[in-house]
């Protein structure tokens, strides 16, 4: 059973999401340290409805007029939910789109301002990356009608939803895919297919040469084999057909319809099994189908691959893609907070003006795809030993780079995932509420201990992990130039375990200051111009640490960061 005290927390803690107008108390700073600010919607300024008051750098289409992008808003904090594991409504241990729309108000709570789904349609397995209808919306996870509602209740509340689009692939149980092999095994050997009398012929890669290779699997009860490369229950597509084209073009605009903001796209690099400029000629076309819908929508690619072939993807004008050399143990992020060699301060930020350079490049107005782990990663709190100050820092730090950032559903309360296997990265979120809403594992999850505190254990705690991302969301959505800024790296102050960059958004210039290390550090801004700046936020990870700001002295404590700006 809860105790009493977490019961009163919690529900302290949900009454507030019923006001987001109000100030966050614990965005709010003492005085002696420069007040914070908390912004609210009532002070932020009114978005033009007009596409000729938008800011220059804002994407035409190729057809005037129209914009992809729309304000300092597109800039999001996207949480990332597997649906099965997240909240279960009905009571039968899978969660459900309900039992999203029961937590809605945690996740606005949270500071989130967008919500990923990963694929929600019917299929065999259960990460559902096998998608057997695209019209239609798994049993365990409920109706058209609860998704209907959801998106209904996310447009309520200025969530954006997005929804994953798995075209590189079907399930092998796909009308497409059943109908060409019904077809195929009623041919005799002397024979030809033909497209004329079965037109899903043309949406795989079928033949009958038995010497194609390992991603090659036989139709049993026929000489005909088909491609499916990572797996043969999952058929790859041959995108190619201007008819499979048309089908997905009518997937897009069947949900977009529905009123969702946009697509997470699964594995654009094995649309052609790697072949770059066939990919993003696919991109190019599936962008803009999408934008013909719904010229704001939402696009962002998974290309799970090196940062440089990342940056070649957005040729395609997608808006933006998964940022994977932040992401992992291995990735910036990471290797700055565990101080590995040559990963300094000052490298990671020097390694968001690379990024800008690279990435616009090819489509000046990308937006960088910020995470730093996903459905397919070992769990963040792995990558630091369950060092609570380094799994902050480490937040802090994805979530104060410009771009959309992407935050796992169970990463704000710390989950750990064990080994490589898929499932043991997908467990059930830890409500802490005892049945209530509680799922289950995915089935094939092995036995480990879930080391993470509840959410109810955590949000009545000022210093919690939970308590921190919440900040930092808020700080995100509060301070423009925080996500949406054009970063230039402050020299002088960038070293081992300290850096600073400016950041400028329209008509706001801001400094950010990190401190990566366990220890106090001050630094002196002689820059005249900022002596009128003021902290404006600050990430710390203990609520008795207070930045100081004196006499142009700048007192950053432990694992912290500091935004300086106009008040
Ligand atoms: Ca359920």
Redesign the pocket.
């Known amino acids: 059973m809860m105790k009493k005290g977490l019961l009163i927390s919690l529900v302290l803690f949900v009454l507030t999401a019923c006001q987001p107008a109000q100030p966050q108390a614990d965005l709010v700073w003492p005085d002696q340290v420069g007040p914070g600010r908390a912004i609210s919607q009532a002070d932020k300024e009114p978005v033009s409805q007009d596409p000729a008051d938008k800011p220059a750098y804002l994407a035409p289409l190729g057809r005037p007029g129209q914009a992809c992008i729309q304000a300092a808003g597109d800039y999001r904090n996207y949480y990332e939910i597997y649906v099965a594991s997240f909240y279960?409504?009905?009571?039968?241990?899978?969660?459900?789109l309900?039992?999203i729309r029961q937590k809605l108000d945690y996740i606005v709570d949270m500071g989130f301002t967008g919500i990923w789904l990963m694929p929600i349609h019917p299929s065999n397995t259960y990460h559902k990356y096998d998608v057997k209808d695209y019209y239609a919306i798994d049993p365990?996870?409920?109706t058209m009608a609860d998704m209907e509602a959801l998106i209904a209740d996310c447009q309520a509340r200025n969530v954006a939803l997005i929804i994953d689009l798995v075209v590189n692939h079907t399930g092998d149980d796909h009308a497409w895919f059943q109908e060409a092999v019904r077809y195929l095994k009623s041919l005799s050997p002397d024979r030809e297919a033909r497209l004329e009398d079965c037109p899903y012929l043309g949406y795989y890669y079928f033949t009958r040469d038995s010497a194609k290779g390992s991603s090659y699997h036989q139709i049993a009860g026929s000489d005909w084999y088909y491609e499916g490369v990572f797996w043969d229950q999952m058929p790859d597509l041959n995108l190619d057909n201007p008819d499979l084209r048309q089908e997905l073009k009518a997937v897009m605009e069947f949900w977009l319809d529905k009123g969702i903001s946009g697509f997470r796209l699964d594995a654009v690099k094995e649309y052609y099994s790697s072949r770059r400029s066939k990919n993003i000629e696919f991109l190019t076309w599936l962008v803009q189908a999408a934008r013909d819908k719904k010229p704001d929508v939402y696009l962002v690619g998974e290309n799970w691959d090196t940062f440089a072939e990342i940056g070649q993807y957005y040729k395609s004008g997608l808006p933006s893609l998964f940022n994977f050399a932040l992401a992992t143990a291995e990735g910036k992020v990471a290797q700055v907070v565990n101080g590995k060699p040559n990963h300094t301060a000052k490298s990671f930020v020097e390694a968001m003006v690379k990024i800008n350079q690279t990435f616009s490049q090819n489509n000046p107005y990308y937006m960088d795809g910020l995470f730093i782990a996903n459905h397919d990663n070992v769990r963040m709190a792995n990558y630091f030993n369950g060092d609570q100050n380094k799994i902050k820092m480490a937040a802090g730090m994805y979530l104060t780079m410009t771009g959309v950032s992407f935050t796992y559903y169970g990463e704000e309360i710390g989950m750990v995932s064990s080994g490589t296997k898929d499932e043991n990265k997908r467990t059930a979120m830890v409500w802490g509420l005892e049945a209530e809403g509680q799922?289950q594992d995915p089935v094939g999850t092995e036995d480990f201990d879930q080391t993470g505190l509840s959410v109810a254990d955590q949000v009545g705690e000022e210093d919690s992990l939970i308590r921190y991302y919440q900040r930092a969301l808020h700080l995100r959505q509060d301070i423009p130039a925080l996500a949406a800024g054009q970063v230039r790296v402050l020299e002088a102050y960038s070293g081992q375990v300290v850096a600073g960059v400016e950041k400028t958004w329209q008509d706001q210039t801001i400094q950010v200051f990190y401190n990566i290390s366990n220890q106090v550090q001050s630094l002196d801004l002689v820059e005249d111009s900022w002596q009128d700046q003021e902290i404006i936020g600050a990430l710390t990870v203990k609520s008795e640490d207070y930045p100081g700001w004196q006499n142009k002295t700048l007192t950053l404590p432990p694992y912290s960061i500091i935004v300086l700006g106009e008040k």
């Open positions: 279960d409504s009905d009571g039968d241990g899978i969660g459900d309900n039992g365990t996870y409920g799922t």
